[in-house]
């Protein structure tokens, strides 16, 4: 089974609602490749807005969910009132909230293990700081937090990993194809340990400062899936993005 091309938008703590209304109107007006799967995620406060307003065919992320049902955790979203709104996808384990909200690799584990089982697709994201990539550690890094993630989930089917240096996200400097590949590479031989299905059929997209540039050479590679884009996706060359396996 070929593996479809997926692009996520992460539109972290940007826009307004009339920024976002033309992000969503550029969308709704492209010529997006029918082959890649599509994923946008605005900030919680706007989520409802995207989804009534955007082409059904595009679905909608939050970027963080909380791992317990409805109740007294003042501040968070659950899984229901994600599914409520039609929002089928959360992004989980970004760097920003694993470095800045000091999210551990258990909890976001956790979080995905409790939307996958409710049937919500979760972008996971991992990836090495600068420091531990010149110390040799990318890989080691990476292979614990799948490690957190496997202690708690068996269904990978939901699991969409995005691989995001963090060295390379919102600097503009981007891993060379090669060293994506061969991260992306890594990856996929570890989920051979969970079983040669799920290293088969579990998209890795690449992340970190990808633009409408960078993006047709590094699609071409044999294990990058697709991208998580940031900045770039508030722009309208995110459409390029959307259809970089047609450059
Ligand atoms: C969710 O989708 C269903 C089916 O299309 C629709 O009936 C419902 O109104 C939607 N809910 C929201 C909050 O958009
Ligand atoms: C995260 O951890 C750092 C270092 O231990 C600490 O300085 C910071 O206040 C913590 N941030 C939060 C949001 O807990």
Redesign the pocket.
């Known amino acids: 089974m070929a593996r479809k091309f997926f692009v996520g938008g992460n539109f972290k703590m940007n826009g307004s609602i009339s920024s976002i209304k033309e992000i969503v109107n550029n969308l709704n007006k492209a010529d997006l490749d029918p082959n890649t799967e599509v994923v946008i995620s605005p900030p919680a406060l706007y989520l409802l807005l995207v989804r009534e307003h955007l082409r059904p065919e595009i679905e909608v992320a939050a970027q963080n969910v909380f791992d317990k049902p409805n109740g007294a955790y003042t501040g968070e979203i659950s899984v229901s009132q994600l599914q409520d709104s039609n929002i089928t996808w959360t992004i989980l384990g970004h760097s920003e909230r694993r ?4 999210e551990s690799d258990e909890l976001v584990a956790s979080k995905t293990k409790v939307a996958t089982e409710a049937g919500v697709g979760v972008i996971w994201c991992c990836g090495e700081s600068l420091e531990q990539r010149e110390a040799g550690k990318t890989i080691e890094v990476v292979s614990k937090q799948l490690e957190a993630l496997k202690a708690q989930i068996s269904d990978w089917s939901k699991v969409v990993i995005a691989y995001e240096p963090i060295w390379a996200i919102g600097t503009g400097k981007v891993a060379t194809t090669e060293q994506a590949q061969e991260v992306h590479k890594a990856i996929r031989d570890w989920l051979k340990g969970v079983s040669d299905k799920v290293a088969e059929e579990t998209r890795i997209l690449y992340g970190g400062s990808v633009n409408e540039k960078n993006c047709g050479e590094l699609s071409k590679q044999p294990d990058i899936d697709g991208f998580l884009v940031g900045g770039a996706s508030l722009k309208p060359a995110f459409v390029d993005i959307i259809n970089a396996k047609k450059q």
């Not at 470095?99 to 000091?102: E, G, P, R």
Request: hydrophobic share 50%; glycine share 0%; charged share 0%.
């Open positions: 470095t800045i909200l000091n």
